[in-house]
Structures are given as structure tokens and as C-alpha cells.
Nanobody
């Protein structure tokens, strides 16, 4: 069983930055695809950014140029650097890893962008 644990959420003013981390209990990012989702109350969970085991990265149009996804395989950790945050980025952010090693979700971390 693989556990994913997010951290780094919080309250930030518009235009500010946050970095989310997703730590795993075993090495999976070089095998599974992984990514960050976000969910606003009463709306569907949205894929924000992802990377394949081969390093192909994709971003939602709404975050291109502002968010950067990365990984540190040695630390079994994935990151989401979020810059120029907007109020509409407010959501619970989840990390997920899926592929031949299974499908795993973190518990979520709240990001609130407000003045």
C-alpha cells in the first residue's frame, strides 16, 4: 500500500506564492504517472498538472505560466509551485499517482487565496 501525504497549503494573498509537497511511502514517481488535482465545493475534481514517468508534463490552461510541477525521486516527493495566485485558485488540492503500481490519492490540503 502506498500513502501520499500533502503539505504546504494555507492562506495567501492574491499575487502570492505557495509550494505544495506530496510525499510518498515508496518510490513510485519513476514508474507511475502523477499529478495534482483541485476541487471546489460542489464541483468536479480538476486535473491541474501532471507528469508521466518519462517526464512528459501537462498543465491545465488556467494555470499555465503560473504553476510548476516537479519531482525529487530521491526524496519520493512531488511538488507544485504556485505563483501569481488568484482567488479562483482557492480549492482543496490533492496529489494522485496512477499506473501499473496502482491508483493512490492523498488526503488533500486547503489553499485559500484571499485578501
Amino acid at each position: 500500500q502506498v500513502q501520499l501525504v500533502e503539505s504546504g497549503g494555507g492562506l495567501v494573498q492574491p499575487g502570492g506564492s505557495l509550494r505544495l509537497s506530496c510525499a510518498t511511502s515508496r518510490s513510485i514517481f519513476n514508474i507511475n504517472t502523477a499529478g495534482w488535482y483541485r476541487q471546489v465545493l460542489r464541483k468536479e475534481r480538476e486535473l491541474v498538472a501532471s507528469f508521466t514517468s518519462g517526464g512528459i508534463i501537462n498543465y491545465a490552461d488556467s494555470v499555465k505560466g503560473r504553476f510548476t510541477i516537479s519531482r525529487n525521486s530521491a526524496k519520493n516527493t512531488m511538488y507544485l509551485q504556485m505563483n501569481s495566485l488568484k482567488p479562483e485558485d482557492t480549492a482543496v488540492y490533492y496529489c494522485r499517482s496512477w499506473g501499473s503500481l496502482g491508483n493512490y490519492w492523498g488526503q488533500g490540503t486547503q489553499v485559500t487565496v484571499s485578501s
